[in-house]
């Protein structure tokens, strides 16, 4: 069965410094794996997903992703954070472009100035 | 029409009642998903329906059902609400057919209704 961990329920970083939300999955099957953001009281935002190819992808916002099959973890980085990063944001990862997509349980970022 | 569209946006229910939820689809998404977040957590899968027809559950109560219109509006419907039912529920459509693998079209959510059970 396919899963998702989060570590760090809240991660908590200065304007401009570097970001790191660790993710990391297990799965019988090569997976997709996506990163989505929840700002409150909305929806999911897709931010970027690994489908097939390069390992290394962009996402918007300046966030980027790696996929990395022998740690299985789909980290998720942003070189300088602004305060508009300060989100909800959740990894997940599906079988297929439209299967049941399974969600890690979050990591609050906040910002400080 | 571009996006996903749910209806209504904030629901306040007594235990017990029923409630239905609608979501509109762009026009050729034929998968749907809903999802349940409590809050705090992450989304949880409900169900998923293609062309009209379940195509998968997650670990819900029968009390938790839905249908798919044609005109890609779909409803989910919540029977004998309990207090732990209050939650975003999120609805997802897709362009891509469920078990296909394709590089290209993923899920749009809807920003969600907002059920809460007193």
């Known amino acids: 069965a396919q899963s998702v961990t989060q570590l760090g329920s809240h991660v908590s970083v200065s304007e401009g410094a570097l970001v790191l939300l660790r993710c990391n999955y297990s799965?019988?099957?090569?997976?997709?794996l996506f990163w989505y953001v929840q700002y409150p009281n909305q929806g999911l935002q897709l931010l970027l997903k690994?489908?097939?190819?390069?390992?290394l992808v962009k996402g918007i916002n300046g966030f980027e992703a790696e996929f990395k099959k022998s740690e299985t973890s789909f980290h998720l980085t942003k070189p300088s954070a602004h305060m508009s990063d300060a989100a909800e944001y959740f990894c997940?990862?599906?079988?297929?472009?439209?299967?049941?997509?399974?969600f890690g349980s979050g990591t609050r970022l906040s910002i400080r100035p | 029409e571009t996006g996903v569209t749910q209806s209504p946006t904030h629901l306040i229910k007594t235990r017990g009642q029923q409630v239905t939820l609608r979501c509109s689809s762009q026009?050729?998404?034929?998968?749907v998903s809903w999802y349940q977040q409590a809050l705090g957590q992450g989304p949880q899968f409900i169900f998923q329906?293609?062309?009209?027809?379940?195509?998968g559950r997650g670990n819900f109560p029968p009390r938790f059902s839905g249908l798919q219109f044609p005109n890609y509006s779909s409803e989910l419907n919540v029977n004998a609400l309990e207090l732990d039912d209050s939650a975003l529920y999120l609805c997802?459509?897709?362009?891509?057919?469920?078990?296909?693998?394709?590089?290209?079209?993923?899920?749009?959510f809807g920003s969600g209704t907002r059920l809460t059970v007193v």
């Open positions: 997802a459509s897709s362009l891509a057919e469920p078990g296909h693998i394709t590089s290209g079209d993923g899920y749009t």
């Open positions: 799965s019988s099957v090569p997976p997709y």
């Open positions: 690994y489908t097939t190819g390069a390992t």
């Open positions: 997940a990862v599906s079988w297929s472009s439209a299967s049941k997509i399974i």
């Open positions: 026009s050729g998404h034929n998968t």
């Open positions: 329906y293609y062309r009209e027809e379940e195509n």
